[in-house]
């Protein structure tokens, strides 16, 4: 797991690695925090090999937070953001960006105690980043993130894994029921009989086309009117539990 923090106080900038340090290491050891001063190293970086998670000041000289989360999103970047600000005011503004969550200095609540509960929400959601193997009769294994996962949708007795990034799927024999159970709890949603999407994916959402827009693509899919009601209660309670 890659985590960077970029904050352009370089006296904060150590503590906060630090406090992020504390606070990851309660669950696992398996990842590395890199700092950055400023917006344009840390996007760089990220270009270079992407993070997972991103602690970003908001208020930076040049670049400010919100440009680099800006360009995040329209790179389609699949990470966490999570801003840092003094600035109580910035907090609504943020929300045009989906940030994950955000942390306020110099406020009541400590910055230690905001980060443990970052944390604990960010690992429940980073079960996505488990890996899945799948087996393609032509092309043979493949060691895939779940939140590659775009939508699976079964073609008799196969499962045509759509997988971000990829022009083909790769196809794996299976039931989509058996998909279904082995995907309940990653954030996927049956959208009929035969497909279930990532809701990491679902970019748009329209009811009254009976259609799901997916990010990255525009890719439209289908979606059955016996599966509208529950499609929109979970898309609901996913993009509430990752405000």
Do not use: W
């Not at 600035?87 to 306020?104: G, K, T």
């Not at 092309?139 to 895939?144: D, E």
């Not at 949603?189 to 827009?213: P, T």
């Amino acid at each position: 797991m890659r985590i960077a923090v970029c904050d352009d106080n370089t006296v904060l900038l150590p503590k906060l690695k630090e406090i992020i340090y504390d606070s990851f290491s309660v669950y696992t050891d398996e990842f590395e925090i890199l700092i950055y001063s400023s917006g344009a190293l840390l996007l760089n970086a990220h270009k270079q090999e992407p993070f997972q998670i991103i602690f970003l000041d908001i208020d930076m000289p040049k670049i400010s937070g919100f440009d680099v989360a800006k360009t995040l999103r329209d790179d389609f970047s699949n990470c966490f953001i999570i801003f840092i600000t003094s600035h109580s005011e910035l907090v609504y503004e943020s929300m045009d960006f989906q940030p994950f969550h955000f942390i306020r200095k110099n406020c009541e609540i400590s910055i230690e105690e905001s980060m443990s509960k970052i944390t604990k929400k960010l690992m429940k959601h980073m079960k996505q980043y488990e890996k899945v193997i799948l087996e393609d009769k032509e092309s043979g294994r493949h060691g895939v993130y779940v939140h590659d996962i775009m939508y699976i949708e079964s073609e008799k007795h196969y499962l045509n894994y759509y997988i971000a990034g990829k022009n083909t799927p790769i196809k794996e024999r299976g039931s989509i029921k058996e998909c279904e159970e082995k995907y309940e709890g990653y954030d996927f949603v049956k959208i009929h009989k035969r497909c279930l999407i990532n809701l990491r994916y679902l970019a748009y959402f329209d009811g009254s086309r009976n259609e799901i827009i997916l990010s990255g693509t525009n890719k439209k899919l289908i979606m059955s009117k016996n599966y509208k009601k529950s499609v929109d209660e979970k898309y609901t309670l996913y993009l509430r539990s990752i405000l």
